[in-house]
């Protein structure tokens, strides 16, 4: 509930929160330092999955921290004042279990990379540093550009699964007529079932991608690209797709479990070093889960629960009617 520096010194026995701080200026904790966690847990697979995303670590009520900016959330519908986290998960269809194995922090004004630029690093790194073993990727729409679809099918040789944005201009006519937005395509009723094949405006002429208009809820329809020709099924490419809800989930359980957002520093490398414990924290409940088969929510409240039933035996406050 409380994650001041000074709440942590109170609870630590010779131990100042100037010292604390002190600690968290000059160490520079990495996501290299993640990686050599998770790698020890992780289990790959030549089907495995690479999902990207990412979220903003609400920073509303806060003006002067370093590297918070104003920014799109989807889950707020607008524009928030946070930190913007870029997320690499990597999902093993197998076993059914995922891990984070990577993470970038937005902030083009320090090191002047976009979220493209931090995915694309993210990517490179599982294939040629991580030795990764996946055979496709998923990510968002705002990911869905001619130079990364075209590096993971040309580069890596990989499938994407991708939605495009509802006014993304596409050409499904063999170039016999202008670009329409994608959602002012027609289909056919095979078309609905077994997709169609269609260029991407700006995208090489001989590299079309398949696309299909999947029904997500009864209020929202998407409509996902992939380079992989051989999909023929709606409802298999949704299935594909839904891989992408692990990334969703450990955001929220990040946020919910961690206190990732609660850091209240004002200095950029603080932030940035609590942000990195915290996806540690989640990467040791995610590991305790996965031992006593329970969720992290179940983990996390263990210490809580003894806690409470101790109080409920021996008060350290004792109540009295006056």
């Not at 630590?12 to 604390?20: E, M, T």
Request: aromatic residues 12%; positive net charge; hydrophobic residues 35%.
């Amino acid at each position: 509930m409380n994650y001041t520096l000074t709440n942590l010194a109170e609870h630590l026995n010779g131990v100042s929160h100037d010292r604390i701080k002190r600690y968290l200026q000059g160490v520079k904790l990495t996501p290299r330092l993640l990686w050599e966690q998770v790698q020890v847990d992780l289990i790959d697979s030549p089907r495995g999955y690479l999902v990207f995303d990412d979220t903003v670590l609400d920073k509303s009520y806060s003006r002067k921290i370093e590297g918070s900016q104003w920014q799109y959330s989807g889950n707020a519908g607008g524009l928030v004042n946070g930190i913007g986290l870029v997320s690499c998960v990597y999902v093993n269809p197998d076993s059914e279990q995922y891990w984070v194995i990577d993470y970038r922090l937005y902030d083009k004004k320090t090191d002047g990379s976009s979220k493209l630029d931090h995915v694309l690093d993210m990517l490179k790194s599982a294939f040629y540093s991580k030795e990764l073993s996946f055979s496709t990727v998923l990510m968002d729409s705002w990911y869905a550009t001619q130079t990364l679809m075209a590096f993971i099918d040309s580069e890596l040789g990989k499938i994407y699964y991708c939605p495009l944005k509802r006014n993304r201009q596409v050409d499904d006519n063999g170039m016999t007529s202008p670009y329409r937005r994608v959602d002012a395509l027609e289909w056919s009723e095979e078309e609905l079932e077994q997709g169609k094949l269609i260029k991407i405006r700006n995208f090489p002429a001989q590299k079309k991608v398949k696309l299909f208009q999947v029904t997500v809820s009864p209020h929202r329809t998407e409509y996902v690209a992939t380079n992989d020709h051989s999909q023929d099924s709606t409802e298999g490419t949704q299935d594909e797709c839904a891989l992408r809800w692990k990334i969703e989930q450990f955001h929220r359980e990040l946020k919910q479990l961690t206190g990732v957002e609660a850091c209240q520093c004002r200095k950029g490398r603080i932030q940035r070093n609590h942000i990195h414990c915290a996806l540690q924290v989640w990467n040791f409940l995610r590991r305790q889960a996965l031992r006593f088969r329970t969720t992290v929510y179940d983990i996390a409240r263990q210490p809580w629960s003894h806690f409470l039933r101790q109080q409920l035996q021996s008060p350290s406050l004792q109540f009295h009617f006056a």
